[in-house]
């Protein structure tokens, strides 16, 4: 008797992804020994006044399922930092809902809005997590490319005939990223515009995911896409990079109180409830006084700066960024000949003992070349860290 063929226990939805880089980078630096200058999450704690806030919370009791929607403290402190920051009146009882970090909040607004067909334009590079949602939500991604500036201290841009040839009739949602992951960019109010105007002109939604908000170093600043067209713009944030308590997961969406709705509906099949203790921690964060975010934002420059002059000691050229914490570096006088950023950031862990993300992972594959000879770096690291990541690659620079 012939064996009957064994149907792939995996759905069509979830097979064609594999191990993300974060992981096989992570793993072979481990193994290796590496600085783990690749994935972005701090090795370092934050403020112990939060810390301690969650403790008490902890042994206050709220140790059980909190409102599907958040607990009342974070939507009330979403809602005020929210005025404080960019003078935005929000209710929190319907225009506020919580999720497990701004990943569930962006698969949740993905899920919440794009029917099978649908079109959703994405920026690339882009964090991956855009495409993967589009793509189980049955939806069809419309790229955009950013391209690289001529001067290291420039910014990135796109073209404006590409960005309106990516809309069409089927425009369903539109995903912005600022300040961007993994280069860096600030968009302009000019750029912002223009994007309202073709949202607006498909009847689309603008996502504006904003998790780095505050790591914003100049020239200009971060702008928030709500403040310029509120009806259509969906708002996702976290306390994980704002913070440095990446491991605990809290995210948030603010908006129209219709696209929240939309949001709260996936996301209460999803997680349900998001971790109490840590809500209430975060709501603690966002009330801290102004010299927190301004002795922050200082630091991370600092960082910034020291990586960047440490990649240009040794033999890479780092284009500035002007937010996030990845300095995106070109590679050209190290890398091999056609040897792609993969095979590069590969080498690189087992030659000089440091760990990048190859950019061409934020790509499509047909686009992925036009990073090959970049890496990207992360500086949301002590300084010791950074020191041992720049001394070695300077050192292997020398060799």
Not at 117 to 137: H, I, K, N, Q, R
Not at 344 to 358: K, M, T
Request: one cysteine or more.
């Amino acid at each position: 008797m012939r064996d009957t063929p064994r149907m792939s226990p995996e759905s069509a939805r979830v097979a064609p992804f594999g191990t993300t880089i974060f992981t096989e980078i992570s793993r072979l630096a481990v193994r290796l020994g590496a600085v783990n200058l690749g994935q972005g999450f701090p090795d370092f704690d934050g403020p112990d006044a939060v810390k301690q806030a969650a403790i008490d919370a902890i042994r206050g009791g709220l140790n059980q399922y909190g409102p599907t929607t958040g607990s009342q403290a974070l939507r009330q402190a979403v809602a005020e930092h929210a005025q404080r920051f960019y003078g935005q009146t929000i209710d929190p009882e319907t225009q506020v809902t919580v999720t497990s970090g701004a990943t569930e909040g962006i698969f949740d607004a993905v899920m919440g809005l794009v029917n099978p067909g649908d079109e959703v334009v994405l920026f690339e590079p882009f964090y991956d997590s855009y495409l993967a949602s589009v793509t189980m939500a049955g939806g069809v991604p419309r790229f955009v490319q950013l391209r690289a500036p001529v001067e290291p201290s420039g910014a990135w841009w796109f073209d404006e005939a590409e960005l309106r040839a990516a809309f069409s009739d089927k425009t369903k949602l539109c995903i912005v990223n600022t300040p961007h992951n993994p280069t860096g960019k600030l968009f302009t109010r000019a750029e912002l515009e223009l994007l309202h105007a073709l949202v607006r002109e498909r009847g689309a939604v603008l996502l504006s995911d904003e998790v780095y908000e505050h790591l914003v170093y100049g020239p200009g600043v971060h702008l928030r896409p709500a403040t310029l067209a509120p009806e259509q713009t969906l708002t996702l944030s976290s306390g994980g990079k704002s913070f440095s308590f990446t491991g605990w997961k809290i995210g948030w969406a603010l908006g129209p109180a219709p696209l929240v709705r939309a949001i709260q509906k996936a996301h209460q099949w999803v997680t349900f409830a998001v971790a109490h203790p840590f809500q209430v921690a975060i709501a603690a964060a966002l009330r801290l006084p102004d010299a927190y975010f301004t002795q922050y934002v200082a630091e991370y420059r600092r960082k910034r700066d020291l990586l960047a002059d440490g990649l240009r000691q040794a033999g890479f050229e780092p284009l500035i960024p002007h937010g996030s914490y990845f300095v995106m570096a070109r590679t050209d006088r190290h890398r091999r000949p056609d040897e792609d950023d993969v095979a590069f950031c590969r080498r690189l862990i087992e030659q000089a003992g440091v760990a990048a993300i190859p950019p061409s992972v934020f790509f499509r594959p047909e686009t992925a070349p036009s990073m090959h000879g970049l890496a990207r770096f992360a500086f949301c690291k002590t300084d010791p860290v950074l020191d041992e990541g720049v001394s070695r690659l300077s050192r292997w620079a020398a060799r």
